[in-house]
Nanobody, 127 residues
Framework: QLQLVESGGGLVQPGESLTLSCLVSGGSTVDSYAIGWFRQAPGKEREGLSCISGTGRSTFYADSVKGRFAISRDNAKNTAFLRMDNLKLGDTARYYC???????????????????WGSGTEVTVSS
């Protein structure tokens, strides 16, 4: 059973940056799992943002964050990251990482495809 723990959220002003981390544990080979990032704002559905393949060679982004967010992973440290630049008020949400029992990011923004989830970290963008 895989466990995921997100960290790095906080309160920032518009235009600032944050880097979220997703620590993965409990699996035998972390590169067997694609990792995705989602967010959910109050009253809204969970939104898929990005995904990185097991090897880290392939990355995918939703149009809403393309060019501002960057996903990466360090399999030696069992950790995936989401760097978020030029944050906007609309980025305020709870951010979750998820893992798929596959190294590929097919349908990366489809939440039911993910097999494991963390409990999330809160990001608030406010002036």
């Amino acid at each position: 059973q895989l466990q995921l723990v997100e960290s790095g959220g906080g309160l920032v002003q518009p235009g600032e940056s944050l880097t979220l981390s997703c620590l993965v544990s409990g699996g035998s080979t972390v590169d067997s799992y694609a990792i995705g990032w989602f967010r959910q704002a109050p009253g809204k559905e969970r939104e898929g943002l990005s995904c990185i393949s097991g090897t880290g060679r392939s990355t995918f982004y939703a149009d809403s964050v393309k060019g501002r967010f960057a996903i990466s992973r360090d399999n030696a440290k069992n950790t995936a990251f989401l760097r978020m630049d030029n944050l906007k008020l609309g980025d305020t949400a709870r951010y979750y990482c998820g893992a798929v029992k596959s190294p590929e990011c097919y349908y990366f923004d489809y939440a039911p495809r993910y097999d494991f989830w963390g409990s999330g970290t809160e990001v608030t963008v406010s002036s």
